[in-house]
């Protein structure tokens, strides 16, 4: 089963970073479903979790700095968020490392898609009007 993200420019938070961020997330999350139906060895699988896995590490970190410049005043459950994720991701490696079905493979990307397709058209979405009402009150301001 081939679960893919298809780019949208509708993902876009008109944060640059964050916008690069997600797109190499999307990627890799559209690699990880190429690579779990075309590879026989499992160490490359495993592998290739562990470097989603620490890719969002990356990203939610580099996010939650964006939110704390801003003073986002939602930081706190968005990052409950981003822990979520990582235990449920951690919790769900651990099935396919023990298990190693197909079907355990495929819950596991269509949970990663279904959740970074939700949490950036939802969350991360909020945090880019939050940030974009802050620089227009700034410009207007002069501050």
């Known amino acids: ?9 509708k993902y876009l938070l008109g944060i640059e970073q964050i916008d690069d961020q997600h797109r190499y997330f999307a990627n890799l999350i559209n ?40 003073r986002y005043p939602e930081l706190q459950a968005h990052r409950r968020h981003h822990l ?12 396919v490392q023990v298990e190693g079905t197909q079907k355990r493979i495929d819950d596991m990307l269509s949970f990663l898609r279904d959740w970074f397709l939700t949490h950036t058209a939802g969350e991360d979405r909020r ?3 939050y940030e974009d009402k802050v620089r227009h009150w700034q410009d207007v301001s002069g501050g």
């Not at 089963?1 to 420019?9: E, F, P």
């Not at 075309?38 to 490359?44: L, M, R, T």
């Not at 979520?84 to 099935?95: C, H, T, V």
């Open 84 to 95: 979520q994720l990582i235990d449920a991701l951690s919790s769900k490696l651990g099935l």
């Open 1 to 9: 089963m081939s679960i893919h993200i298809n780019w949208d420019s």
């Open 127 to 129: 945090f880019a009007e």
């Open 31 to 70: 690699r990880l479903s190429d690579e779990m139906n075309q590879s026989d060895d499992e160490n490359y699988k495993v592998g290739l979790f562990a470097e989603l896995a620490a890719y969002a590490k990356f990203h939610f970190i580099s996010e939650e700095n964006f939110m704390l410049k801003a």
